[in-house]
């Protein structure tokens, strides 16, 4: 675990931290790592709550406002600075062509999706994200199964997750991107432009860790491209 603890100890200025970590079998056809060959350990960096959003609006501050996509550039960069010290290859989700960092955290952490989607933590709740991953050419000292976790939503009956939006974007059957975006653009979308989406407010776990409005209608103008 010292070379996971030393990267976590890395990440801490940026309020980012290690989510996971999977070692890959030679069989499993993992994407290259750092020597062009097939990687041997992806190690999941993401947030936790909202303590990078005082380190990314300070950067953001510094001449960069005007930068497309801030949050994925500022998450690309600390972690491309950890890769350099540490000899990984930096990836981010909005890499092309794209990775699956869904299925790798719910490998690396045993979650599974909530109704909007959402992995759901028994922790964090919805309030925690993926922002990129460093691939090892050699193995880490990663748990070799991801721990067993209660699933929160199995329990929650009133599923309140499914009724907030004034919009009925979400649902049992699916999500009507089309009805949610035409919403949050409208007049009557006002709520969800500045304190984020109702329905993932609504859910009551992991409320400690909900993100503050502010990031919360950052995240959702960047969604609806407003």
Known sequence: MDDIAHIAAALEPSGLTVRGAINFSPE??????PDGGPARCVLLIGNVGGTFWPIFQKWR????????????????EVIANIAKVFGARAVSPSDRPFLPFQQWAMRAEGLRPSPLGILMHPRYGLWH????????????????????????????????CLHACPASAHSLTGFDYS?????????????????????????????????????????????ARL
């Open 28 to 33: 499993e056809g993992a994407p290259p790592g």
């Open 61 to 76: 501050a510094e001449g960069r406002a005007s930068i497309r996509n801030p949050l994925d550039n500022w998450s690309a």
């Open 129 to 160: 994200a993926y922002r990129g991953a460093l691939l090892f050419s050699r193995p880490l000292d990663a748990p070799e199964k991801a721990p067993t976790v209660p699933h929160p939503c199995d329990s929650c009956v009133a599923k309140p």
């Open 179 to 223: 009805c949610c975006v035409g919403h949050v653009r409208s007049a009557n979308g006002t709520a969800c432009r500045e304190v984020g989406c109702l329905d993932r407010n609504a859910c009551p776990y992991g409320a400690q860790f909900r993100y503050p409005a502010d990031l919360q209608a950052f995240l959702m103008a960047a969604y």
